[in-house]
């Protein structure tokens, strides 16, 4: 009897310390959630910067990425990874749990942005060298298909023999596992769709030709279903809607683009940055200091907006109640906020000198700039439009927030 009750004192005792040292190593280990957390270019110094915007703080920063001058992220569906498109064409996927590069491939000579599945078991990356798309395992980053773009007849073969392809713009994810692109140089939107890779079907690709000459880049309305490319060598865009893709490419908003004046355009305004707002996109003017205000149910535009200058990005609040707009260079310093139901001006900030890049929290609490030019990033509160943090950044251009991970196209 005495035995058994010591042996059951031992046990006890054991457990007990077995759990002080499972609880000491808890209390020792910070977790973190993938929630509230981002990340930051730097463009510059081929690094990024791992962000947590409740808190407003700096977590760490990663080196080693590359060529980031035009880089943009898309996040795994669990926003753990983050997968970098690097302008050097450099495909890195990051562990912002462990602040390091998890893998990192250079899949071509240069490349312009990127797009991950509907499923989140497929990145895909638009290239303008060699030209075409590549499409890869998420977990592995090893090369799942291989898409090359429309021969360009007439052109000087490469320096390694090789035929001269189109640059590939304009790339995003649309439902059911396909990818949207466009073709710049042969006037042609592609659909890629994966639908059936998990039944072992091939990748089935719907071409469409002669859609408006140089694509230079495109949108998907968030519910997925409009594809829209702007033309460089004409007025106009190119509509593609992905639920009747039997009517094919259509023509919308003839007048969109420099018309007959010419005007100089310092830079072609993002087409990824159009807010859309209720039955209104509000979008970007070419060379004109206007936001143009278009009836997303007959893309007909019904306003217009005066502004301070050629607006870049033209971007909504989560809650639709506000448009916030950067522009080109030089008049790169400023932001202005307009409210979307009476198009009236809200405020006019100036952060700083190249105010690149504005990033909402997911509810649209804050906001986030990269401002270039001064080596900063700065949070105000979307409310009052007050400055309420100031950080540091070397030449920090975009913002990406883990909530993207949810979202058609971003």
């Not at 596992?177 to 890779?197: C, K, M, P, T, Y």
């Not at 023509?251 to 209104?280: N, S």
């Amino acid at each position: 009897m005495k035995k058994a009750f010591l042996q059951l004192t031992s046990t006890f005792i054991l457990g007990s310390a077995l759990t002080a040292c499972v609880n000491t190593a808890q209390q020792e280990t910070t977790l973190r959630a993938t929630g509230d957390m981002g990340v930051i270019i730097e463009r510059a110094t081929g690094q990024v910067q791992i962000v947590n915007h409740t808190s407003k703080t700096i977590l760490s920063e990663v080196d080693g990425l590359g060529d980031l001058s035009h880089a943009s992220i898309v996040y795994s569906r669990d926003q753990r990874y983050a997968y970098v498109f690097g302008r050097d064409g450099g495909l890195t996927k990051i562990d912002i749990l462990k602040d390091k590069i998890d893998n990192r491939v250079i899949q071509s000579g240069n490349s312009i942005g990127g797009a991950i599945s509907q499923d989140g078991k497929l990145v895909a990356v638009s290239n303008y060298t060699p030209g075409g798309v590549k499409v890869f395992d998420s977990e592995t980053l090893e090369t799942v298909a291989i898409i090359d773009s429309t021969v360009l007849q007439g052109k000087p073969l490469n320096k390694d023999g090789s035929q001269v392809r189109s640059k590939v713009v304009g790339l995003v994810d649309a439902p059911n596992n396909r990818f949207i692109f466009s073709l710049f140089d042969s006037h042609e939107i592609w659909v890629a769709d994966f639908s059936g890779r998990e039944a072992g079907e091939e990748m089935k690709l719907t071409k469409f030709t002669d859609i408006g000459y140089f694509p230079y880049d495109a949108l998907i309305s968030p519910d997925g279903r409009y594809y829209i490319a702007g033309l460089f060598g004409e007025d106009g865009m190119a509509l593609l809607d992905l639920w009747h893709m039997e009517k094919g490419v259509t023509r919308i908003l003839k007048d969109y683009g420099k018309g007959d004046k010419k005007l100089p355009v310092y830079k072609m305004p993002h087409l990824e940055g159009w807010a859309m707002a209720g039955d209104y996109a509000f979008m970007p003017a070419v060379g004109q200091h206007k936001v143009l205000v278009v009836n997303t149910k007959t893309w007909q535009q019904v306003a217009e907006i005066p502004a301070h200058s050629q607006p870049i990005f033209v971007m909504a609040q989560p809650d639709n109640r506000q448009i916030w707009v950067n522009f080109a260079y030089p008049d790169n310093n400023t932001i202005q906020v307009f409210n979307t139901e009476t198009f009236e001006l809200v405020k006019t900030l100036t952060p700083g000198p190249a105010v690149l890049h504005m990033e909402f929290t997911p509810r649209g609490e804050h906001v986030w700039m990269s401002v270039r030019d001064s080596n900063e990033i700065h949070v105000y509160d979307t409310k009052t439009q007050q400055l309420l943090k100031t950080m540091p950044s070397k030449s920090p251009s975009g913002i990406f927030f883990t909530n993207r991970a949810h979202h058609i196209g971003l």
